[in-house]
């Protein structure tokens, strides 16, 4: 979608190995966030930011860390890569509490 | 604990007739509720929204009630088309502070032409 793009948007990875996803905004936005969708689990937030620098923890955020240097980006590591890792992602960003945008997505298989 | 419930998670309806998506919840804070639409190989796309302050929002083809008493909103699609085959995620807003979105497994609709 215009304004946030997500990469790669496929992946496929060996179990042990770190991965990074990237999403990218130029919305200026101050709200990041990476979600994870799952058949029967619905969008379940890993981490979030407000701010450069500035992060938390979500839902489901064992195993994932996050960096946000710059406005415009937000990284997501998976440390060492499982296979309950293999799962859709997906980044949002928001302006104001109410309302996400979302990214396309990633596909993250771990083999 | 899922604070926000979509219990049905597949609807089919024939083309031209009503669709119906029901969601509940369980916080009482919530204030802001709202519904994304999902495409397959695509991120979610908001769709509707409503404030606490209301009981119903119109959109065309799209009306979400709420009733707050029950903790219950629906989503009616009417006429439901074949483009509106998606899956429909529920969203429930609480005041204040960044993580406050949260969201319910989806209903995966089928329309049928």
């Known amino acids: 979608d215009a304004g946030i793009t997500q990469s790669p948007r496929h992946k496929v990875t060996e179990t042990g190995t770190p991965v990074t996803l990237r999403c990218h905004q130029t919305?200026?936005?101050?709200?990041m966030y990476w979600y994870r969708q799952d058949p029967g689990h619905g969008l379940r937030l890993i981490h979030y930011?407000?701010?450069?620098?500035?992060?938390d923890k979500g839902e489901v955020s064992d195993g994932y860390s996050v960096s946000r240097s710059k406005t415009e980006d937000f990284l997501l590591t998976l440390e060492s890569a499982t296979s309950s890792q293999t799962s859709v992602y997906f980044c949002?960003?928001?302006?104001?509490?109410?309302?996400?945008?979302f990214g396309s997505g990633t596909r993250l298989t771990v083999v | 604990d899922q604070q926000v419930k979509q219990n049905s998670p597949s609807l089919s309806v024939q083309e031209g007739r009503i669709s119906i998506l029901n969601c509940d919840y369980t916080?009482?804070?919530?204030?802001?509720f709202l519904w994304y639409k999902k495409y397959p190989a695509e991120g979610p796309t908001f769709l509707i929204s409503i404030s606490s302050i209301k009981d119903k929002n119109e959109d065309g083809r799209f009306t979400v009630f709420l009733n707050k008493s029950a903790k219950h909103l629906s989503l009616h699609i009417v006429p439901s088309q074949p483009g509106d085959s998606a899956v429909y995620f529920c969203?429930?807003?609480?005041?204040?502070?960044?993580?406050?979105?949260?969201f319910g497994t989806g209903t995966r609709l089928t329309v049928i032409p």
């Open positions: 916080n009482s804070m919530f204030d802001y």
């Open positions: 949002a960003i928001s302006e104001t509490e109410y309302g996400y945008t």
């Open positions: 969203a429930a807003s609480a005041p204040g502070g960044a993580n406050n979105l949260f």
């Open positions: 919305e200026n936005h101050r709200y």
């Open positions: 930011s407000y701010g450069v620098k500035d992060t």
